[in-house]
Nanobody, 113 residues
Framework: QVVLEESGGGLVRSGGSLRLSCVGSGVIFRISKMQWYRQSPGKGRELVASLGSDGVAEYEYDVKGRFTISKDSDKNRLFLQMTNLKPEDTGVYYC???????WGQGTQVTVSS
């Protein structure tokens, strides 16, 4: 059973930074493609960033250059460093292991203008 738990969200002003974390069990982050999704108010979940088992990272266009996805495979943790945050980054952020159906409870990020 895959269990994921996100943390690190909060309220920040436009231009600020946050670092999200995700810890998991039941899936080995080292060999998995790991992803961060965002669900903004009134919208469906959208893929924000992904990190392949080969270390290759991909980003949604609007966050490229501002967000960095990384992981600590020894601790089975996934991170999302977010800088220069904008109000449109507001939403609930979820981590996910590609190929697995499980979702965590998410962590709320609110960016004020």
């Amino acid at each position: 059973q895959v269990v994921l738990e996100e943390s690190g969200g909060g309220l920040v002003r436009s231009g600020g930074s946050l670092r999200l974390s995700c810890v998991g069990s039941g899936v080995i982050f080292r060999i998995s493609k790991m992803q961060w999704y965002r669900q903004s108010p009134g919208k469906g979940r959208e893929l924000v960033a992904s990190l392949g088992s080969d270390g290759v990272a991909e980003y949604e266009y609007d966050v490229k250059g501002r967000f960095t996805i990384s992981k600590d495979s020894d601790k089975n943790r996934l991170f999302l460093q977010m800088t220069n945050l904008k109000p449109e980054d507001t939403g609930v952020y979820y981590c996910k292991a590609f190929g697995f159906a499980a979702w965590g409870q998410g962590t709320q990020v609110t960016v004020s203008s």
